[in-house]
């Protein structure tokens, strides 16, 4: 069992959203003020749909925090659907919900909406897509709010930036940055519309997916995120299931619309000789053991070595076109126009977002899981020891 584990509900039009987190540690400070900073990052970025113009995601912490300490037992938080007003009527729960009304019957290709409705045996394709929409993924930002506190106590930090959109890409490949460099390149991120650090490259993100919108069309693209202040030694290579760098790659993967996952040099790794992807090994006695580069991105043998873990992720374009692609009605049998919903024409800087968030929530399970504790005092106490251990090995 996880040590922190999370579990969310709702639908995208329905009257809310919840998640539960269990397994945090007692003694941490969370203000709501924490988790809302986090909601408001994940409604920023070019590209993105009238459905942000609605919404203003706010946390209402329902249990689990008491006088802005967690008490241990599980946390649930709530984020209102400001949209639930003008679905309620279609949306509710009970047997008087208008189910004629925006019925969907043309699925639209890239989404859950046709592999979903036969699975679930659905003629109503809005009983899938309610719930596949990534407006789901604010409810992970919020629990991500409280692994990043849990984290930032024991000098953890995560952070992103884009790195393409479309193919208004970065030239070159994975590039070994300094904790330093990855801080000030986050900082700068922070700045951006398309969370781009590089001046020419975001005007031409902002112009792609300009020009995509007006085209009807979609943009996917690339997020690389990174760890900062990883002590040595979590995840393991004594069985599959507990190496990082697998645990990693599966939680990215489940955030909606991720197609690839890259570590470190990734598949550029599988390119190069073996002298051009392994880090020689220095020791500087009041610093330890270190390395000239990361092209490992910070884990070996499932296990972090203490450099920022690197990581990369590849989104895929959003299925909802306002040119939509073709697609079958499932009362006719016909070919028609995929249904159009109203939808984001990008949301790459979005994903960024979601992606540190469930990141940090992968971190703080397998940190938890090597420190144990029950208390923040326990955990921070174990980490500075495992620092220790790292220094005079
Ligand atoms: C932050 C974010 C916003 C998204 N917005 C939309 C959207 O407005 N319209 C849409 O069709 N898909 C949107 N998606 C993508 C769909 O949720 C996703 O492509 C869909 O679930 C199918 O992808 P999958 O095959 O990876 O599950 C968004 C994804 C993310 C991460
Ligand atoms: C609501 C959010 O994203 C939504 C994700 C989404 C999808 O299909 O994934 C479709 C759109 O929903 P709507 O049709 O209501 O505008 C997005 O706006 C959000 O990020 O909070």
Redesign the pocket.
């Known amino acids: 069992m996880a040590a922190l584990r999370y579990l969310t509900a709702g639908e995208s039009h329905g009257l809310a959203l919840t998640v539960i987190v269990e397994g945090m540690v007692a003694g941490l400070s969370i203000k709501a003020e924490d988790i809302d900073e986090q909601l408001a990052r994940r409604q920023k970025g070019h590209g993105r749909?009238g459905r942000m113009a609605i919404e203003k995601d706010r946390a209402a912490i329902l249990s689990g925090i008491r006088g802005g300490r967690t008490l241990g037992g599980p946390i649930c938080l709530q984020i209102e659907n400001r949209d639930w007003k003008n679905w309620s009527a279609i949306m509710a729960a009970g047997e008087e919900a208008d189910l004629t009304e925006r019925r969907v019957t043309q699925p639209r290709p890239?989404?859950?909406d046709l592999a979903g409705a036969i699975k679930y045996d659905q003629r109503d394709i809005r009983n899938i897509l309610e719930r596949?929409?990534?407006r789901e993924?604010a409810a992970r930002v919020a629990a991500g709010a409280l692994a990043r506190r849990l984290l930032a106590e024991v000098g953890i930090r995560i952070c992103s930036h884009v790195t393409a959109i479309g193919d208004a890409a970065a030239s070159g490949g994975p590039i070994d940055r300094t904790e330093k460099e990855w801080a000030d390149l986050a900082a700068r991120a922070e700045q951006s519309p398309v969370r781009c650090v590089e001046a020419e490259l975001e005007q031409a993100m902002i112009a792609a997916i300009d020009q995509a919108k007006a085209g009807g069309d979609s943009l996917g693209g690339i997020v690389e995120l990174a760890v900062l202040g990883m002590p040595v030694g979590v995840g393991s290579h004594v069985q599959g299931d507990r190496r990082l760098d697998g645990r990693i790659a599966g939680a990215m993967m489940s955030?909606?619309?991720?197609k690839g996952v890259e570590i470190g040099l990734g598949f550029e790794a599988a390119l190069r000789p073996g002298s051009q992807v392994h880090d020689e090994i220095h020791y500087v006695p009041e610093k330890g053991y270190g390395r000239n580069t990361n092209r490992a991105g910070g884990i070996e043998g499932g296990i972090s070595n203490g450099a920022p873990v690197v990581i990369r992720i590849a989104m895929?374009p959003?299925?909802?076109l306002y040119k939509p692609l073709m697609t079958v009605d499932i009362d006719s049998r016909s070919p028609v126009a995929a249904s159009v919903e109203r939808?984001?024409a990008c949301?790459v800087p979005?994903?960024a977002v979601?992606a540190e968030a469930i990141l940090a929530l992968v971190i703080a399970d397998s940190l938890l899981e090597t420190t144990g504790g029950d208390t923040i005092e326990q955990v921070k106490a174990r980490v500075a020891a495992m620092r220790e251990q790292a220094l005079r090995f």
């Open positions: 749909g890239g989404h859950a596949s929409s990534a993924t955030l909606q619309a991720i895929k959003i299925p909802t939808s984001d949301a979005a994903a979601v």
